[in-house]
T-cell receptor, first 111, second 113 residues
Framework: SQTIHQWPATLVQPVGSPLSLECTVEGTSNPNLYWYRQAAGRGLQLLFYSVGIGQISSEVPQNLSASRPQDRQFILSSKKLLLSDSGFYLC??????????FGEGSRLTVL | DQQVKQNSPSLSVQEGRISILNCDYTNSMFDYFLWYKKYPAEGPTFLISISSIKDKNEDGRFTVFLNKSAKHLSLHIVPSQPGDSAVYFCAASGGTGANNLFFGTGTRLTVIP
């Protein structure tokens, strides 16, 4: 069966520090991969999605970036975090079209 | 621009009664709609979906209704149970954004025992 994992689960970082959140999917190949953010009191905002290795589409201009170095690995990064980057980050995968399967989420607090 | 909207941020319902959660969308190209349930500090879990060729889909206590002309969908939960208390998100995809799922802002459902 397919599983998705993301880490770390919780992160507290100072403003201006770098960020790296990792996500891996197992049990499937060539999935569509997604990064969403849920900010306090807001819905799920799509940040990035990828349909293949090295293919990244950005939905929202920001100081975050994403990379897909391997088929089942998706990384969310930042060189310098802002206070506004605080939120709950969710990685997800989708077998083409259909439902989206989410990871456990990563809580980022920027101080 | 929010293409999927959930105008009720919260809803309280007595246990055993019906919960109705509503969702509106603006993009007429959307052809696939989903509902997700989310507990705090967890990823959302899929509940039920419906494609635009149907107007109703039922799975146990959960039924989703789609009104394409009104660009409106709703999730009915009956009977409601305390374990249903969570945030519910509707989502939609289709058209040129078929790779993406666009989510609403969520409705927090509280089922009162």
């Amino acid at each position: 069966s397919q599983t998705i994992h993301q880490w770390p689960a919780t992160l507290v970082q100072p403003v201006g520090s770098p960020l790296s959140l990792e996500c891996t999917v197992e049990g499937t190949s060539n999935p569509n991969l997604y990064w969403y953010r849920q900010a306090a009191g807001r819905g799920l905002q799509l940040l990035f999605y990828s349909v293949g290795i090295g293919q990244i589409s950005s939905e929202v201009p920001q100081n975050l970036s994403a990379s897909r170095p391997q088929d089942r690995q998706f990384i969310l990064s930042s060189k310098k975090l802002l206070l506004s980057d605080s939120g709950f980050y969710l990685c997800a995968w989708r077998p083409g079209t259909g439902e989206l399967f989410f990871g456990e989420g990563s809580r980022l607090t920027v101080l | 621009d929010q293409q999927v909207k959930q105008n009720s941020p919260s809803l309280s319902v007595q246990e055993g009664r019906i919960s109705i959660l509503n969702c509106d969308y603006t993009n007429s190209m959307f052809d696939y709609f989903l509902w997700y349930k989310k507990y705090p500090a967890e990823g959302p879990t899929f509940l039920i979906s419906i494609s635009s060729i149907k107007d109703k889909n039922e799975d146990g206590r959960f039924t989703v209704f789609l009104n394409k002309s009104a660009k409106h969908l709703s999730l009915h939960i009956v009977p409601s149970q305390p374990g249903d208390s969570a945030v519910y998100f509707c989502a939609a995809s289709g058209g040129t954004g078929a790779n993406n799922l666009f989510f609403g802002t969520g409705t927090r459902l509280t089922v009162i025992p």
